[in-house]
């Protein structure tokens, strides 16, 4: 299918992307479907058995029963070239094969044949959970962001081949494009344009997108749920988060377990199911995906320059560690971190920088680098100091604090006015402090003191406390500054 496809590359901005272009949405029609190569897993809920495989040198069964539950499975298509959906949607062919079965391309008979796709709901063993989910979940068709497929109307429709069972049906907006699982195979075999030193620029920039998408979901209280390379379309220079069928609004306790894939799931989810289901699962999916294509970059001609790949190492370190409290806080977070890796490839790439304003630290005060190879005052000379001519430029240890960047106040911290209120700064930086407000006191104490050539014990052993505290975290790449 990616063969169809012409890639372009991108454009000269950070986070522009190769454009993907097909000639015709027609082409991507199959004229013989087939089910999934590797089978699927089977569709009754608890029974994790691998259904419709290929076994013993044996094509894959299109239908038949699951060698443990004995349910059913069948994966030819419900839909034929032809078939009208609802009276309105005439169906042109099968596209693809996902999670709940076929994705057909299909014409709008009441909109000049506008091309959408169609794809088929979890539930349809009951016809009235069927009509509660499709009602349940219309707030999709709300939902509207450029990075998101935009959901166009549900439809039940009776199957002929289930006595007339209703099966339900999603009608979206068509998307014609690579997924990011196409996207891996590219990498892999080291297709133009990802086969050269911009590669981990573009994955990136996929990582940056798809989390501006994650977090307009997360600002409207859903959680996307299952993150993963084939539920992410690269179109022409853009992207789309393209299947909402495992959307779960934030803080649901019925509805099922939820639709995840355990590859891209986090640990806690695994393990608890939804009553774990935080923002952070879905970061951890994004983590993951971008896991998935950098381990195809294979080819040293594939790799970042220089310090490129530890940064973005720790960088998805974070976003996928085991404990959630490890990973980031926020779609936005993890963005800004993400970019900043951008900028750093991008910039070496280049060979010259090029530096933006921080949204995390106030401008510094001082450069403690700005002495370094300067030429020894006169008083060097006069005094015939037999250090060497050429002074090292390092700062005396006690203008290193006061020349470190600030950390803005977090919005979301219950402390920040109080980090505002410069009055309101003491020198009494208790354990119990957040770590932010601790270093924002103490700082404060290091100004107050910054004349005098002693410090009190109890503030040195309160830095030395706050010291430990970070490095406790090396995933976070600006503790590496603080810390030394």
Not at 205 to 234: I, Q
Not at 246 to 269: C, K, M, S
Not at 280 to 293: A, I, K, N, S, Y
Not at 341 to 351: A, F, Q, T, Y
Request: proline share 9%.
């Amino acid at each position: 299918m990616a063969r169809k496809f012409t890639v372009r590359p991108a454009g000269e901005d950070p986070l522009a992307l190769p454009r993907v272009e097909l000639p015709s949405l027609r082409d991507l029609v199959m004229d013989d479907p087939h089910p999934p190569s590797r089978g699927q897993t089977c569709g009754w809920e608890g029974c994790e058995a691998i259904v419709g495989a290929p076994y013993a040198g044996q094509p894959a069964l299109s239908r038949g029963y699951c060698p443990r539950c004995r349910h059913p499975f069948d994966f030819t298509p419900r839909l034929r070239p032809g078939d009208l959906l609802g009276d309105q949607y005439r169906v042109v062919g099968c596209v693809g094969y996902g999670g709940l079965g076929w994705v057909y391309l299909a014409e709008d008979t009441q909109l000049d044949d506008q091309p959408v796709a169609i794809k088929g709901l979890i539930n349809n063993e009951d016809e009235a959970a069927l009509r509660t989910a499709v009602e349940e979940r219309r707030y999709l068709t709300m939902l509207d962001h450029p990075g998101i497929v935009r959901i166009i109307n549900y439809v039940t429709q009776p199957d002929p081949r289930d006595d007339g069972a209703l099966t339900g049906y999603i009608v979206m907006e068509f998307v014609g494009g690579m997924t990011l699982a196409q996207i891996k195979d590219h990498i892999a075999d080291a297709v133009t344009p990802y086969d050269g030193p911009r590669l981990y620029e573009h994955i990136l920039a996929y990582g940056c997108l798809v989390l501006r998408a994650v977090g307009y979901l997360h600002g409207e209280k859903l959680l996307y749920c299952d993150l993963k390379p084939s539920n992410v379309m690269h179109y022409e220079d853009r992207i789309k988060v393209i299947d909402l069928g495992a959307v779960w609004r934030l803080g649901q306790r019925d509805g099922g377990p939820p639709v995840i894939t355990e590859a891209f799931a986090a640990p806690e989810v695994l393990a608890r199911g939804a009553s774990a289901l935080t923002e952070r699962h879905d970061l951890f999916g994004v983590g993951r995906t971008l896991e998935e294509l950098s381990d195809q970059a294979t080819r040293q001609a594939q790799r970042p320059p220089g310090l490129g790949a530890e940064s973005y190492r720790r960088v998805l370190a974070r976003a996928t560690a085991d404990d959630p409290e490890r990973r980031f806080g926020s779609a936005a977070e993890m963005s800004e971190q993400l970019w900043g890796v951008l900028r750093e490839i991008h910039s070496l790439r280049l060979g010259r920088e090029q530096p933006e304003p921080s949204t995390l630290f106030a401008p510094t005060s001082a450069l403690l680098d700005s002495s370094l190879g300067r030429i020894p005052g006169l008083e060097r000379w006069l005094e015939g100091d037999p250090r060497p001519l050429l002074a090292s430029g390092l700062p005396r240890p006690e203008q290193v604090p006061l020349g470190l960047p600030v950390p803005f106040p977090d919005p979301a911290d219950p402390g920040a006015t109080a980090l505002r209120d410069s009055a309101s700064l003491c020198l009494d930086a208790s354990d119990a402090m957040p770590t932010r407000m601790r270093l924002a006191f103490q700082r404060a104490a290091l100004t107050y003191l910054s004349d005098t050539t002693e410090r009190p014990d109890g503030l040195l052993r309160s830095l030395e406390k706050v010291r430990r505290r970070l490095r406790g975290d090396p995933d976070q790449p600006w503790l590496s500054t603080v810390c030394g």
